[in-house]
């Protein structure tokens, strides 16, 4: 392959990944057409971008935007994954199709320039999403300020029950 041929790859590579900062390593090696056809489609639908890359021009994109510690990631066929509506969901997806076709497998990622291990995507398809997070704390802001205002309620109603009782009384 011409240098002219690599530069234009590393430059597309380098427009695609300039402002993504999560995402993953995967390989589709062994995939077959259909398989791989199936995979792009359902990630497609869900915003999800993959794209296989050629190790050596990978690292050099990779190492000019800042992210250290890919490079023995970057060993065999490799592909790279981004997109979603964050990395907790593209995690999940990614090792979702894992599970349905065990020939697909992930390699390791990338998290905030920083390199993961495949374990670390693993642990990462497990945490809630922003939105669950999001979701759990106003549930909790609900919930303690409906408990609150129970407190309230009931300490009113006995105030005004006495209240009432010694109304009666003295009438």
Known sequence: MSRYVKRLMMDELRRTLEGVDDFLFVDLERLNANEATELRLALRERAIRVRVVKN??????????GIEGADPILQGPTAIAW????????????????????????????????????????ALSRM??????????????????????????GAAGRVVGQIKSKAEQES
């Open 128 to 153: 809630p999403t922003r939105e669950e997070l999001i979701g759990r704390i106003v549930s909790l802001l609900v919930g303690s300020g409906t408990r609150v205002v129970a407190l309230l309620q």
């Open 83 to 122: 997109g979603g509506d964050s990395i907790v969901e593209l995690a999940r997806e990614i090792t979702e199709w894992t599970k349905k076709i065990d020939r697909f497998r992930i390699k390791g990622g990338v998290l905030a320039k920083k390199a993961i291990s495949e374990a670390d995507v693993v």
């Open 56 to 65: 050596t021009l990978a690292r050099i994109v990779l190492r000019e935007l």
